[in-house]
């Protein structure tokens, strides 16, 4: 349960990353849905754009286009359009002073008022305005401007907000309503135009990104041409009956980020002239409306239920079960998403990963502890091999023995009866734990197990649980070596005062039953069989015939070009049949 606590306390430190998930989520599924169904839109909005080659193309600034605005608004209005929208703001001052150097008599002031005044005899006008963060208010429009747009009536609000509500990333895919507008008041430009159009409804939501194709403009200039030109049919074609956005699409100006690419112009590009935004918008209102996002609190529900991920101790089929689900679920919000409604399912997702990931690092962990604590416990009584299966999992005590051919070491300590009778316990038991000490790990260096110390005896064998290409020469070059270490121990003994040591070793090769006997209570990884008997048998012939180290022909046929043993022929052994037996001795040196 303690373990539970701590998935739970990383699922919470985790939760807050879901929003930023779920952005990039949603960015996905909108590319996908955009490329693998698109949505036609009913109703769309026509955009007419303020671009360089105008601005290049006019001796006024771009902030006293008033003259060519006047004959767009008079224009477009004569055609008929469902509401002229203008991602521009109007100036905040008259500029009665100002002269043209063309025309010395025009008036700026006078000339945009009558161009608004025109339009809207015949359509709805709306304008942006905008927010001003130094003096934290809406920028004021000129009082005559104000005025005349507010003379429109309640059916639409003349001056609207065209604020904006980047996510933390700074993308746009939320729609700016009135809790995220400064003063609070629901009017934007995208709902005035959309409202002129005959939709009008408190909205709230993320912008259907989904729908149409990316968008096309008219450059102005080409509007104000076919002014010139009177081509009043073909204004009429292109704005009777639909919705105007007028805007920027400068390179460098009024950029926002968008989910996805929506400039015709702009190919790959996701930044984009902002007026793109307020026009997505309202294609997102005038065909279906907003998306609609689940609850908050529905999805942090989800990632706690996720979060049972935790129990169960099967990863492997757990996280098969999660990897579907987690497919499941992202093909669900895809799904909902075409219908307008947006399941968010980051916390969800990271209820169950996290869940998951963390129950599989609590395990690992609980193992390496476990293994920590075999370790300190049995290393001192069962050999590195053995202790390494049983880690491992390669040695269970609820599996039966296995017959395995292994070769069988036995050693004794030759006259140690009367050794021990003639020195105190002490230092009896210290003289055979530094024998037994030099003698293990010379075992465990040739990769053979150490079975048991059988009072001044010792049983080994090669071959398991560790595979030896040749457990017999294994077993006869750890015999060696352990006559070399015994002569290094016993120069040790004559500078302490100790006696010194004489041991019989002997081998045999072959079948022996390697697993777990005893009781359930007790019980030790051990060798039985004839294999390990004559084993025994032969190393007590060692006196009888004067050699340390003797091995049986079964032994001797394995080492293959193996020289320096002599061949003793046929011994009798207690209980069992005579045996070949092979001795083998140090050279004496000199």
């Known amino acids: 349960m303690r373990g539970y606590v701590c998935g739970l306390l990383a699922l919470a430190c985790a939760l807050p990353l879901a929003p930023a998930i779920d952005a990039r989520l949603l960015d996905l599924q909108f590319a996908v849905n955009r490329a693998w169904f698109p949505q036609p839109v009913q109703r769309d909005l026509v955009l007419v754009g303020i671009n360089e080659a105008f601005l290049e193309g006019v001796e006024e600034p771009v902030t006293l286009s008033h003259r060519y605005l006047a004959q767009f608004l008079r224009a477009v209005g004569a055609a008929g359009p469902l509401v002229i929208g203008m991602d521009l703001v109007l100036p905040e001052k008259r500029y009665d002073q100002l002269q043209s150097r063309s025309d010395p008599e025009f008036d700026f002031h006078r000339t945009l008022l009558a161009g608004l005044l025109g339009a809207m005899q015949t359509s709805p006008v709306v304008v ?16 005559d401007y104000s005025s005349v747009l507010a003379s429109q009536g309640e059916v639409v609000h003349g001056i609207a907000s065209a604020l904006f ?14 809790a995220m507008q400064p003063d609070r008041t629901p009017f934007t430009l995208s709902s005035e135009i959309a409202a002129a159009a005959g939709v009008r409804q408190p909205w709230s939501g993320l912008i259907n990104y989904q729908l149409g194709a990316p968008f096309q403009y008219i450059p102005l200039q080409d509007v104000l041409r076919l002014v010139r030109e009177g081509r009043q049919d073909e204004l009429a074609r292109r704005f009777a009956g639909k919705a105007v956005l007028l805007g920027a699409v400068l390179d460098d100006i009024d950029l926002v980020d968008l989910p996805v690419p929506l400039a015709a112009w702009l190919p790959n590009a996701t930044r984009v002239p902002g007026m793109l935004a307020h026009a997505q918008a309202v294609r997102s209102m005038l065909n279906g409306g907003l998306i609609a996002p689940l609850a908050r609190g529905g999805l942090w529900a989800g990632a706690v239920a996720m979060a049972l991920f935790w129990f169960g101790a099967r990863l492997r089929r757990k996280l098969a079960l999660l990897s579907l689900l987690s497919l499941g679920l992202c093909a669900l919000s895809t799904a909902l998403l075409l219908r307008g409604v947006w399941l968010a399912p980051a916390a969800p997702l990271l209820g169950g990963w996290i869940a998951l990931l963390a129950r599989a690092g609590w395990q690992s962990w609980q193992q390496f502890l476990e293994r920590q604590r075999l370790s300190r416990c049995f290393g001192g009584y069962v050999s590195p091999q053995v202790m390494q299966n049983i880690l491992d999992g390669g040695i269970d005590a609820r599996k039966s023995g296995r017959k395995l051919s292994v070769c069988v070491l036995f050693s004794d300590v030759r006259g140690f009866t009367g050794l021990s009778e003639a020195l105190p316990a002490e230092q009896v038991v210290a003289l055979l734990n530094r024998y037994f000490a030099r003698m293990t790990a010379v075992v465990h260096r040739h990769g053979g197990t150490v079975d048991k110390f059988i009072g001044d005896g010792m049983m080994a064998f090669f071959g398991a649980p560790n595979e030896l290409a040749c457990p017999e020469a294994a077993a006869l070059a750890a015999a060696r070596e352990m006559l ?12 302490l005062g100790a006696p010194a040591l004489r041991i019989g070793v002997g081998l045999h090769s072959g079948l022996a039953v390697i697993g777990y006997i005893g009781s359930a209570a007790r019980h030790e990884y051990t060798a039985i069989g004839n294999t390990v008997n004559v084993a025994a048998r032969i190393e007590s012939l060692c006196k009888e015939v004067g050699m340390p180290v003797l091995c049986s022909l079964a032994v001797a046929e394995r080492l293959a070009g193996e020289t320096g043993l002599s061949d003793l022929g046929l011994r009798e052994i207690k209980g069992h049949s005579p045996v070949h037996v092979l001795g083998w001795a140090p050279s004496q040196p000199g």
């Open 128 to 143: 942006a305005k905008v927010w001003d963060h130094d003096r934290r208010h809406f920028r004021d429009i000129q009082l």
């Open 484 to 495: 070399a270490e015994l002569a290094l121990l016993n120069a040790e003994s004559a500078r």
């Open 165 to 178: 509500a980047a996510d933390p990333d700074g993308r746009i895919r939320r729609y700016p309503d009135a």
